[in-house]
């Protein structure tokens, strides 16, 4: 018999869920998921509360944490078809469809006449199809020839009718990236052959670069580090309006996650690497987890890239990706990487600069932690919520940072409601620079200025601006659209 007590933990559970409903509804999913924790606190056998919460993880990227939500909500009842849901959705947008395509059939299985149901299974099943293909088709890696070696750029025509920015010989200048710009920004298209001299230009500067760059920025100078920009490339604009465009003068480093989500990745890469090309020393570009194969085909830059260029081009864009390099350092000071820290203590820089990076990023190691990993409050390690890399603590942050004659950690990687955040007792930096991300986050974007030789972070601000009516993950796979 249920006590009085026990009568008012659910009932006011039930309170705390449906106020994490209208959180989720407002886009608050970091409160959304703290209602529903508490929520779950009182009464933990309601399968609802554990689908719900891990629905709010999903949409914050959280996927580890989704999939351990929606195996808890199956553990609850497992006859709730909306636990397999959740989690066959975590599964897909990890990539692991053949996990997802055993729970989607467990809808199936529980709700037969459901037409969503049958629609997401059908994906999936295309989706196993075609990797179980391309697996069978694929070369192996010892045998791949490059890409960029077969194109030769001079021999691609430039008909006559076309009225966009052109590259006169072998430079790219300032002038050239300019009008490349205003195109974008009227949603007008690069010809290819300007396209492919740009990437290609662009590979054999990042091949030459270590794994780990040393950025000098002299005395009286400044650099600007900007986070994720994810494919939203009139915010890029809007960055280059408040900022100044990048030069030996006025240099940035972008840390990675360059494209996917948003819609106008291609804009993006080829601005970016136009500036790269322009001036080396004017931008530097490091790697984020979503430059690489696994992440373009599920977020929506390799179907980008095959309306607005072609297939060849995404063969080389994911080669042209794994030569970038995955860290930076600069003035010896201030160590930056797209994701974090290690799940071991006393890597050095040199262990950094040793990585063998000219490949597709692995599920472990230091390549897949410096790409992947994210802070935590609590001191030590614990497991990822996205189910890759690890969560570290300030005590990780600071030992890191000693032992490597370091004063800062700056890193990008996940969303922040005000543009940034400063964690670890002041040693750590967020800084991402998608503003409202995928056009409904709420969220500012920021960058970060330092100026030598003092380095103290100068953090600015900014709102997103208006885009064409195009929406976030236009070019994504149909099944993974379906769930956002």
Known sequence: METKNENSDVSRAEELKNQANEAF????YSSAIDLYTKAIELNSNNAVYWANRAFAHTKLEEYGSAIQDASKAIEVDSRYSKGYYRRGAAYLAMGKFKDALKDFQQVKRLSPNDPDATRKLRECEKAVMKIKFEEAISVPVSERRSVAESIDFHTIEVEPQYSGARIEGEEVTLDFVKTMMEDFKNQ??????????????TRQILLALPSLVDIPVPNGKHITVCGDVHGQFYDLLNIFELNGLPSEENPYLFNGDFVDRGSFSVEIILTLFAFKCMC??????AR????????NKIYGFEGEVRSKLSEKFVDLFAEVFC??????????KVFVVHGGLFSVDGVKLSDIRAIDRFCEPPEEGLMCELLWSDPQPLPGRGPSKRGVGLSFGGDVTKRFLEDNNLDLLVRSHEVKDEGYEVEHDGK???VFSAPNYC??????????????????????TFSAVPHPDVKPMAYANNFLRMFN
């Open 323 to 332: 030569y970038l390099p995955l860290a930076h350092v600069i003035n010896g």
């Open 280 to 285: 080396p020393s004017s931008i530097y570009l």
């Open 25 to 28: 509804k407002g886009h608050k």
């Open 428 to 430: 750590l930096i967020t």
């Open 439 to 460: 056009d409904q986050m709420g969220n500012k974007g920021a960058f970060i200025r330092f100026e030598a030789p003092d380095m103290k972070p100068n953090i600015v």
């Open 188 to 201: 007008k298209t690069l010809h290819k052959r300007y396209a492919y001299q740009i990437v290609l230009q």
């Open 288 to 295: 984020g987890n979503h430059e690489s194969k696994s992440m």
